[in-house]
């Protein structure tokens, strides 16, 4: 990037019509105005001179340093920014445009195209290069992060009056002001511009005006006086008038001056140009002017120009100067105080002028008068650091004296000064890394901007003048002090002359203000002064609040919007160029500018900083732009701030950058991170010239004084004036997230519409070199210092690339190096041609003689600092050649070695090499070695492309070998070479052709077995249609062969395949005519199959081969069909064989297709009719069976998976049958234990039943484990368990034993006192009373009538205090209360114990167990069933002590209570212990009014299940069937006609029972079942108050334990069923008890005898199911009907006796003639059964038996979940 450079004063502030921005609010300037020289005067004679830094100003603080300040963030939502809500749209194009300037182009790039950012730009180069600019947007996905830290981010700015920025503006301004100073030293003061017709007069318009005429004296010859007042815009009816009010005033005001300036000027020009190192105007010639004498004081004489300067001013005026009409002196004073001067110049014209130099100011203008400038109201911003300088002192000129004496400052020194001062700024360069900006030797810049500060003066007012001067003035010719002399200090410039050193001389010192010559004639100077110290915040308040300010009383009001218009970008514009253009209003803004990113750091994130982060890496991340592998810079060694390291720039409203290219005219790249609109201007590198020349006419003076003023960044023209020279402008406007490019050699310019924040770099490409020497020639022109050395930079890519050398690289550096080393050898030879002009021989130069030379050369190839080969004359780097002046040390280059006058030596001498060395880095031969290797490099496709023509031109066949090898050279070479595409094509065409060639002159194995099967077929007809044996079967055509011989014939190359090709042409006729020749005369089939393997060989496809072929296949076949006849073939080998023989053609008769056609048809036939066997409802095995021993007797070809699935089948069904044998042989054997086990019955029925027929012996298995099950059910019903699966009998039997281990336990459960539970303290009643322990599990307490230990919540019975378990009782949690008092079922027989299941007494279960041997197999429960039954009798011996009614007393309460509640607890049910102790209890301890009952049953307390037609009635909410949907009538009818059988049936049993017996049967131990419902409601037995009894008082406790595993609860509405309990409801006495008619062992209980109601019912119905119990007959009718239910079965016992079963089964196994007449009995009973049950269908039948067969092993654990499960299904 190209900074902005200061060149000398900045346009003049002392008008007080300038708007300074930058004293208002600035926090880097503070009061600094406050502290202008309070104690300075000056005078002509002195000034006081206070200590400056290096940049002149006077430092108020210490230097703080940056990286150290810390501010309030920048809010980045509050910005215009890409991604955000506050990013600004892209509008279309302006089409109303300032100046109509036309739009430059705008890219938008697909995600692809983004990826390479020069080869994108390398894409858009062509079109965007007309437009010298052009916009890139990015994609939408591509948006990096800001990666500043604004709260450390701080940068200095500089401040920037757009009027002065404008060449023509500045100008004319610069005129004025020193038209004034001159005036005013002449004594007659140019107060204000003349009035002309009442206008005032621009005269510096008007001098333009006669100069562009021929000058003053041509004009008044040719009378243009009244033309010029026309275009002065005078338009007066006396033109003669005006035409003499002109013409004195030009000649008053103007002649004068102008004719001082005819005779001034050379001298101060000579000064400039020793100042400037050379002539003003640009001359690359190696003479270079003489010094000049101009600053000795013996050089002012008379005959100087300055001398006859000054004569001429003093004779012009005809006045001599008095002492009286001098001016007073002014000294500085605060700006606000306007104070007018006597010497100032009036402005009539309303915004007047500011004078460039500060020279003159408005003295008659009121101090309130804001005229136009803009100051808006002052805003405070904190700011962390004061500015540098605080006071408008002026500082010394940019170029300084002409001698060394003072005030000239090298680069070095004023580094030294700069840390010496403590102004080293954070932003300077250190290390490797060096400014990309000039280095002035007299011109400090600020570190960070790298520019020139110049402080303009302020306002003066008169003061008392001094008559001393500073003791510290020195005299700027002569160095001295005052001793030599008085000393007159300029009021412009500060600089100090003695009288006697002026040209010509004064002899007084003045006492009026006094101006020296140079500040008279103007040097041109012009810089941007330095603003403040900011962060990105402040200086963002410090924009808006001043762009607020600017607009808000200048737009207009909007009836629309009801408020003031919003400012648009084009008000923004069109308000930019007239502030800029205009002389009468001046606005000052501040710039951001050239802000380093190595110390301020770079808005893109970088590796070094964010290392994670994808765009630190990122290609368009302007930190590696420059080093884009295709980038030239990155063959610069050191880094470049501004070109290889990126500048940022902080923007405001109106803030510029004015014209200019960038250094080395390279490419540059710009990217709005956020803020407003960023308007640029673009000139395309066509326009250059005329720029320039457009330029330089519209403002020769700036030309005349700053020849290099271009490169100063500091000069606007308007489009306008640009456009009317012939140049093209282009306009376009950036704004966040975009980037701009401009193109080599285009000037660019542009301006900020508010606050934003922008980052810029520099990149070359390849195509870039041709400009960069361009621009480097051009700074050589100028004497102005590159930025780094072409020369450098082309070496380096010649040597040190690591991957070597490409010939992209190549190309471009080739032609580079050569224009180099051309010039460098000219040099050179040049350079030795001057030295050897003294005759001197031989050299050291052009021998390697070892005589003495006087010149001293070295070959130095080692690196050196910069200023170590920098030309002192031309300030470019003499990379590989330097003269070095050992004298005074510079280093110039060869073009002015020895011309230049680097010491006092004479040029001859200096040529010679006296004092002087020369240094090469490289000799002529390493020079010529390296670009012989480039060129060559880059010459490759060149030669490639000769060795192509030069093949092409031997012959008209070409060797294939030859062109392939130059095919493979070519294609090795990296570059793009034109005849590369069509020597390919050619070469692979020719390749096509030996490749097909090849199939037919090489006998490829794998050719012949991919094509086995088409030979074997005969190669006469296809296998098939696909497009893949077409194209086999063209390859294979002879025509082929042929057709490729001429076709290589006409490509016209050589190749050995053509021969061999040929060859095989001539090979296969010969074959041809002896397969004829075989073919008429017929041959063995080996003489056969020779010559076809003969042809084969040939691979194409002939008739001869084909026919032959065939015979030798059909030979074939016949021998394999007659070796298949005694084989077994399946039915798809049979099927094959004959489909090849017809594929053959054999004829039908042939014996052998006879053969294996009738083969084939017999056995499909055998295959329909095994289908049909296998697949039928029910398999005919002997049928199966025959059609298996067929395929082995007949040979019959059948298919393997039909055979193998009959032979399934067979070995299934004789499996099967055998299992039947064995299990019915074991099932009669006489010891029981050595029968099969049920379960094994239960698999093989299983199995059984998947097959499609059941095997002999089946029926009789079934009808034994239906036998079987009816043990089983026996067993369920006594358990209560009557509609479960069978399965849950053996589970319930295993939690029956586990239950009863627990209640029967006589070893470590013993009678005890009542005990507390662990989790409960002891009672208070109970203290004294000793208390089991816990260490022993015998000792371990248990509780309730389920003898565990403590779980859940417990509560405690009132009387007996023994605490149960809720879970047991079914007490529920929530229905317990802490008030509440309970009494156990032990203590009161009226509560009742819930029980999930019936309690079978222990002599119905003993009766059930002497049915097992009985059985036809092992039953799974036979183990626990007698471990039950064991445990029952050693319990009812333990306590048969205490059932003697004789000898219980009542202290035996406690025991028998004890041994009750364990009783009750079990689950068996021991009738006679459990009615005695019940009626003990009550004889000592009653507690309900009436005994209890006599308890001879015990049946589970569950609510019963509903029916299928009850649950039908509740799904659909009715009570009658008739009330359900007519859809589900039938149904309803169905099961209520089933209920009515199974009644009816049971009524018939019981009938002809009794008419059978005449009484009925009536076991010892039968009661007649009664309930006692006890109400609904709450418990009955918990009450907040009861009686106390006499035998038994105490409290009841109801509480949960501290430590609970479970919630108990119980099952709602459990206490309001009626008791399921079978009792008696008289009452019994003690007395009562007796043992006579007893079976069972021990005592028995008397009771009243119960109504049989199924004997009655029986009788009742014996009419209508013609039942007649006498006869055999209608028993076993009867039998059959009762044996399918529970209720029936158990009266058919009380009927008939208990062995009634074993009677009727008559002897099943016996005989098996019966066989047929069982099996429909069978089927009789299971539709009996069927209808005898109303809650089980056919279905649910079917998967009770399927469950049964598929049931795995039930644990009491599971029955236990299965019975919880219950219980919450009746809950619901």
Not at 808 to 831: C, N, V
Not at 861 to 884: G, I, M, N, T, W
Not at 1483 to 1488: D, E, H, I, R, T
Request: net charge negative; glycine share 6%.
């Amino acid at each position: 990037m190209v900074s902005t450079p200061s060149a000398g004063h900045s346009g003049g502030v002392g008008g007080i019509s300038s708007a300074n921005v930058s004293s208002r609010a600035s926090p880097a300037v503070g009061n600094a105005n406050a502290t202008n020289h309070p104690s300075s005067s000056a005078t002509n004679g002195a000034k006081s001179k206070t200590q400056v830094n290096s940049n002149g100003y006077h430092p108020p603080n210490p230097h703080i340093p940056l990286s150290s300040l810390r501010s309030a963030p920048l809010d980045l939502s509050s910005v215009e920014r890409r991604g955000q809500a506050t990013a600004s749209r892209e509008p279309p194009k302006r089409e109303n445009r300032p100046f109509d300037i036309p739009e430059a182009p705008t890219y938008i790039p697909t995600e692809d195209e983004w990826k390479d950012p020069l080869e994108y730009i390398r894409n858009v180069f062509t079109e965007a290069q007309h437009y010298g600019i052009c916009k890139i947007i990015p994609p939408k996905s591509w948006n990096p992060d800001f990666a500043i830290d604004t709260e450390k981010f701080h940068f200095r700015t500089r401040k920037q009056e757009l009027n002065s920025v404008e060449g023509k503006t500045r100008m004319t301004m610069s005129y004025l002001d020193a038209l004034s100073k001159f005036h005013k030293q002449q004594g007659s003061n140019l107060n204000r511009l003349p009035y002309v017709d009442k206008k005032p007069l621009d005269l510096y318009r008007l001098k333009k005006a006669v100069e562009s005429r021929g000058g003053f004296e041509k004009v008044c010859k040719t009378k243009k006086w009244a033309e010029i007042g026309r275009d002065l815009g005078y338009s007066g009816k006396i033109m003669s008038s005006l035409s003499t009010s002109l013409k004195n005033s030009y000649d008053r005001w103007l002649t004068p001056y102008e004719n001082y300036l005819r005779q001034a000027k050379p001298s101060v020009f000579q000064q400039l140009e020793h100042e400037y190192g050379g002539p003003l105007t640009p001359s690359p010639a190696p003479s270079p002017i003489k010094r000049s004498t101009v600053n000795t004081p013996s050089s002012l004489r008379a005959e100087s120009p300055a001398r006859h300067a000054s004569d001429a001013l003093q004779q012009s005026l005809n006045s001599p100067k008095l002492e009286g009409d001098r001016d007073p002196t002014v000294v500085d004073a605060p700006p606000v105080a306007s104070q007018p001067t006597s010497g100032g110049f009036t402005a009539i014209n309303s915004g007047g002028f500011t004078a460039v130099n500060g020279g003159f100011t408005s003295v008659n203008r009121p101090a309130t008068d804001l005229k136009k400038g803009f100051t808006p109201p002052p805003k405070h911003h904190g700011s962390p650091l004061l500015s540098a300088k605080n006071t408008p002192d002026f500082r010394p000129s940019a170029l300084g004296a002409a001698t060394a004496l003072k005030r000239q400052l090298s680069s070095d020194s004023l580094d030294s000064a700069k840390k010496d001062n403590g102004t080293e700024k954070d932003d300077s360069e250190g290390g490797s890394r060096r400014s990309k900006r000039l280095k002035k030797e007299t011109v400090p810049t600020v570190a960070g901007s790298h520019m020139s500060l110049f402080r303009p003066q302020a306002p003066r007012i008169p003061a008392p003048r001094e008559e001393s001067s500073s003791p510290n003035e020195k005299c700027e010719v002569c160095g001295k002090g005052d001793e030599a002399g008085f000393i007159a200090l300029c009021e412009s410039c500060d600089h100090a002359y003695h009288g006697t050193c002026l040209d010509p001389p004064i002899k007084s010192k003045p006492e009026a203000e006094w101006n020296c010559h140079r500040c008279l004639v103007g040097d041109g100077q012009f810089g941007f002064e330095e603003g403040g110290l900011y962060s990105l915040k402040q200086f963002q308040e410090k924009a808006a609040d001043f762009k607020q300010g600017y607009f808000e009383n200048r737009m207009p009001f909007d009836p629309v919007l009801n408020c003031t218009r919003p400012v648009t970008e084009d008000d923004v514009e069109r308000e930019f160029w007239r502030l800029v253009t205009s002389t009468e209003e001046t606005v000052e803004v501040e710039y951001g500018a050239d802000i380093h990113c190595t110390t301020h750091g770079s808005g893109f994130p970088t590796a070094e900083r964010n290392p994670t982060d994808p765009y630190a890496t990122d290609l368009w991340n302007l930190n590696n732009m420059p080093l884009h592998p295709d980038s030239l810079f990155r063959h610069i060694k050191t880094d470049i701030s501004g070109m290889t390291v990126p500048w940022v720039y902080v923007g405001m409203i109106f803030s510029t950058f004015c014209w200019h290219n960038e250094d080395h005219f390279a490419y540059s790249v710009n990217y709005q991170h956020f803020g407003a609109t960023k308007t640029w201007y673009g000139i395309p590198a066509e326009d250059t010239e005329k720029f320039e020349n457009a330029m330089r006419e519209a403002v020769p003076e700036l030309f005349e004084t700053q020849p290099d003023l271009l490169f100063q960044l500091v000069t606007l023209l308007t489009p306008e004036q640009l456009k009317k020279a012939g140049v093209r402008v282009y306009a376009l406007d950036q704004r966040a997230g975009q980037l701009v490019i401009t193109f080599p050699q285009a000037y660019h310019a542009g301006f900020n519409h508010g606050f934003n924040f922008n980052e810029a770099v520099n990149f070359a490409p390849c195509d870039w070199e041709p400009h960069g020497l361009a621009g480097v020639e051009r700074l050589q022109q100028f004497r102005r210092q590159p930025c780094f050395s072409h020369d450098e930079l082309l070496w380096t890519a010649a040597e040190g690339t690591s991957l070597g050398l490409t010939i992209q690289t190549a190309k471009w550096l080739a032609p580079a190096l050569a224009r180099i080393h051309k010039r460098e050898i000219e040099q050179r030879d040049e350079l030795i041609a001057k030295h050897q002009e003294d005759g001197h021989n031989p050299c050291a130069l052009i021998s390697e003689s070892e005589e003495y030379c006087s010149l001293a050369f070295e070959v130095f190839d080692s690196d050196v600092p910069e200023e170590e080969y920098q030309c002192a004359y031309c300030k470019c780097y003499a990379y590989l050649s330097r003269f070095k002046c050992l004298l005074s040390g510079k280093i110039l280059c060869l073009q002015h070695a020895g011309h230049h006058a680097c010491c006092d030596i004479p040029e001859p001498e200096r040529f010679a090499g006296e004092q002087h060395k020369l240094y090469y880095r490289k000799t002529n031969e390493e020079l010529h070695e390296t670009y012989r290797k480039v060129a060559d490099k880059a010459n490759v496709p060149e030669a490639w492309e000769e060795k192509y023509e030069k093949l092409l031109d031997e012959g008209n066949r070409p060797a294939l070998k030859t062109l392939r090898n130059l095919l493979n050279e070519g294609e090795r070479i990296p570059y793009d070479l034109p005849s590369l595409p069509v020597l390919r094509e050619f070469v692979d065409r020719c390749n096509e052709w030996v490749e097909e060639a090849t199939n037919y002159t090489v006998r490829k194995q794998q050719n012949r077995r991919k094509n086995d099967k088409v030979w074997q077929s005969g190669l006469r007809k296809s296998i098939g249609n696909s497009s893949h044996d077409q194209k086999e079967r063209e390859l294979r055509r002879l025509d082929n062969i042929y057709r490729l011989i001429n076709d290589a014939e006409r490509i016209g190359f050589d190749c050995p395949e053509i021969q061999q090709l040929q060859e095989r042409a001539n090979a296969i006729k010969d074959f041809q005519e002896n397969a004829k020749r075989y073919l008429d005369h017929g041959c063995g089939q080996e003489s056969i199959e020779k010559l076809i393997e003969e042809g084969r060989a040939f691979n194409v496809d002939m008739p001869e081969l084909d026919k032959l072929s065939d015979i030798l296949e059909q030979t074939k076949w016949s021998t394999k069909a007659k070796a298949s006849r005694g084989m077994f073939l399946s039915l798809q080998d049979v099927k094959e064989l004959i489909e090849e023989g017809t594929r053959l053609e054999m004829p039908m008769y042939n014996d052998n297709m006879r053969y294996f056609n009738d083969k084939y048809a017999a056995g499909l036939q055998w295959e329909a009719k095994a289908k049909e066997l296998i697949n039928a409802e029910i398999v005919h095995y002997p049928q199966l069976e025959a059609l298996g021993n067929q395929v082995s007797v007949n040979n019959l070809p059948v298919t393997t998976e039909t055979l193998a699935a009959v032979d399934q089948i067979l070995h299934k069904q004789r499996e099967a049958h055998r299992q039947i044998v064995d299990i019915t042989e074991r099932s009669k054997d006489p010891d029981y234990k050595k029968r099969p086990k049920y379960a094994e019955v239960v698999e093989l029925i299983k199995k059984i039943e998947d097959l499609n027929s059941k095997p002999t012996g089946t029926l009789d298995l079934e009808k034994e484990q239906r036998r079987h099950e009816d043990w089983m059910r026996k067993g369920k019903k006594l358990f209560g368990k009557t509609n479960a699966p069978l399965h849950i009998l053996k589970s319930h039997m295993d939690y029956v034993l586990e239950r009863n281990l627990a209640c029967f336990d006589i070893r470590n459960d013993t009678p005890r006192l009542p005990a507390e539970p662990a989790s409960r303290a002891a009672s208070e009643e109970r203290e004294t009373k000793p208390s089991r322990t816990w260490d022993d599990a015998a000792l371990v307490e248990v509780f309730c009538i389920c003898r565990r230990i403590e779980a859940g919540m417990m509560i405690e019975c009132e009387l007996c205090h023994e605490w149960y378990h809720g879970k047991c009782l079914k007490i529920a949690r929530g229905k317990v209360k802490e008030d509440d008092k309970y009494t156990c079922p032990i203590c009161d027989w009226r509560v009742k114990i819930p029980r999930d299941a019936a309690r079978p007494k222990l002599e119905d279960l003993v009766a059930w167990q002497d049915e097992i041997p009985g059985l036809p197999f092992q039953p799974e429960e036979e183990e626990v069933l007698k471990k039950i039954i064991d445990n029952a009798q050693d319990f009812r011996n333990h306590i048969a002590a205490f059932c003697n009614p004789v000898l219980t007393t009542a202290s035996e309460a406690d025991t028998q209570r004890f041994y009750l509640r364990k009783i009750e607890g079990a689950e068996i049910l021991l009738s006679f212990e459990t009615n005695f102790f019940r009626q003990e209890l009550h004889k000592w301890s009653p507690v309900a009014p009436e005994p209890p009952p006599i308890l001879d049953v015990s049946k589970s307390t569950r609510k019963p299940r509903p029916t299928k037609l009850q649950k039908m009635l509740t799904q659909y909410g009715v009570d009658d069937p008739d009330d359900l949907p007519d859809n589900m009538k039938s149904k309803a009818n169905s099961l209520k006609r089933k209920a009515q059988n199974a009644e009816a049936a049971a009524q018939a049993a019981a009938h002809a029972a009794i008419s059978t017996g005449g009484a009925p049967l009536i076991p010892p131990n039968a009661t007649s079942p009664s309930t006692h419902s006890y109400g609904s409601g709450s418990h009955p037995f918990f009450r907040n108050s009861q009686p106390p009894t006499p035998a038994l008082t105490g409290t009841s406790h109801a509480h949960p334990p501290q430590r609970s595993n479970s919630a108990s609860s119980s099952r709602p509405g459990s206490s309001l069923r009626p008791d399921a309990m079978d009792m008696n409801t008289a009452g019994l006495h003690p007395d009562y008890f007796m043992s006579a008619g007893s079976n069972g062992p021990g005592p028995r209980l008397s009771a009243p005898d119960a109504p049989l109601l199924l004997d009655e019912r029986l009788r009742d119905k014996d009419d209508t199911l013609n039942l007649n119990l006498h006869t055999d007959a209608g028993k076993a009718r009867a039998l059959e009907i009762m044996r399918e239910t529970e209720v029936g079965r158990k009266r058919a016992e009380e009927i008939f006796g208990p062995d009634v079963w074993n009677q009727s089964r008559g002897g099943a196994f016996d005989s098996r003639s019966n066989m047929g007449q069982n099996q429909e009995d069978d089927k009789d009973v299971d539709r009996m059964f069927l209808d005898l049950i109303n809650a089980d269908d056919d279905e649910e039948a079917k998967k009770e038996r399927q469950r049964e067969r598929e049931r795995v092993g039930v644990t009491a654990d599971s029955f236990e979940a299965e019975r919880n499960e219950m219980d919450m299904e009746d809950s619901d």
